[in-house]
Structure formats: C-alpha cells, structure tokens
T-cell receptor
C-alpha cells in the first residue's frame, strides 16, 4: 500500500464553485499533512499544513484531517480561474530522517 | 531574500553525457532536499543533505546518481552517463531546520536526454 494516495482527477469546475480535493494515507503515526499548489512548469508552493487532526483555514482555503479514517482534504471556496493548477497532498515522515511523501496530484481547472 | 535558485532551468544532454544540476538554498537554510518529477507522476524523494553531510539517500538510484552540499557553494545533483529515462523535472527544496514545514521549492531543472 502506498503511503499516500490522491484522487487522480482531473477536475473541472465553474468559477465560484466549492472544490474538494482528497487524499488518504496509510500510517496512523503521521502527524504533519501538507497541501502544495503547482502551476504548470513551476515549482510546488506550500499552501498550508496541519499538525495532527482538525481543520485549518486560510482565506478561501480550508485543510482538514480526519485521523480516524486517515483522510485529508483541501476545500477551496469561491474558486477562481487563478486557482487552476495541480494540487499535491503530502505527508511528512518522521522517525529517522524527515521527508515529504507526495500524492500524484490532482489537476484542477476553474472555468470562467 | 531570494528564493531557492536552481540552474540551469533547462538542460539538454545526449545519452551517455553527464548532467550537473545546481541548487542554491535560501539564505540561512542548511537543509536541502532533491525531488524528481516524471511526467504524469508525483514528486519522488531522492536525497536529503545538510552542509557536508548526506542524511538520507534512500531515494537515489544506486548507480550514476550522486549529490553533495559542500560547506561553500550550491548543492549539486550529478547524473553520470544519462539515459532517456532520466528525462524529468528535478526540484530542490531548502529549509532552515526541522521539521520540513518551512521548506521552499525552487523552480526546477527540466532535463531532457536526447
């Protein structure tokens, strides 16, 4: 089983829609969960991260972790065409050296 | 404070040549990570370095690939005798300390092997 799996998409929504992006992970010991945004031909950009469980909100973005089901989500409210990008979830492995393990990414297109 | 700088942005090599990818971390960052992104694939961890030390190279192919982060100068990812399968985007990230939560990625080097 892969350490983190992500809904493959692609996802196409109209402007103003609420977007839900999801990942599952395998190891209940993971504590840090990240969401990155990657525009075409650019490097990944950290959007937000959560520690342990619960929600974290930043403007139109909300990250949610459900440790009981090993499920992480990113919600985008009032989506804009500028949100069109690939969204990558990642978990931070610890115990030994730390490194990020990424999902394959979901390509999102927000249509004006 | 400039971001993580990677150069070159694009690199074309013929099969059998060597590729050298450079990464200058953000000022004050002493941790460097290299990732590879193949088409239609996610980012795959390759190696984690601190100044003059390789901390974790569990993601590096056993042959032809090496990395260093010297006391002075950028981190270098070296690929010897490149093959077509090495064509990918290579990203470097740096962070000031653990955990990785404050890491920033560079814009990547796109390697094409012809």
């Amino acid at each position: 089983q892969k350490e983190v799996e992500q809904d493959p998409g692609p996802l196409s929504v109209p402007e103003g829609a609420i977007v839900s992006l999801n990942c599952t992970y395998s190891n209940s010991a993971f504590q840090y969960f990240m969401w990155y945004r990657q525009y075409s031909r650019k490097g990944p950009e950290l959007l937000m991260y959560t520690y342990s469980s619960g929600n974290k909100e930043d403007g139109r973005f909300t990250a949610q972790v459900d440790k009981s089901s090993k499920y992480i989500s990113l919600f985008i409210r009032d989506s804009q065409p500028s949100d069109s990008a690939t969204y990558l979830c990642a978990i931070l492995t610890q115990g030994g050296s730390e490194k990020l393990v990424f999902g394959k990414g979901t390509k999102l297109t927000v249509n004006p | 404070n400039a971001g993580v700088m990677q150069n070159p942005r694009h690199l074309v090599r013929r099969r059998g040549q060597e590729a050298r990818l450079r990464c200058s971390p953000m000022k004050g960052h002493s941790h460097v990570y290299w990732y590879r992104q193949l088409p239609e694939e996610g980012l795959k961890f390759m190696v984690y370095l601190q100044k003059e030390n390789i901390i974790d190279e569990s993601g590096m192919p056993k042959e032809r690939f090496s990395a260093e982060f010297p006391k002075e100068g950028p981190s270098i990812l070296r690929i010897q005798q490149v093959v077509r399968g090495d064509s990918a985007a290579y990203f470097c990230a740096s962070s000031p300390n653990s955990p990785f939560t404050e890491a920033f990625f560079g814009q990547g080097t796109r390697l094409t092997v012809v």
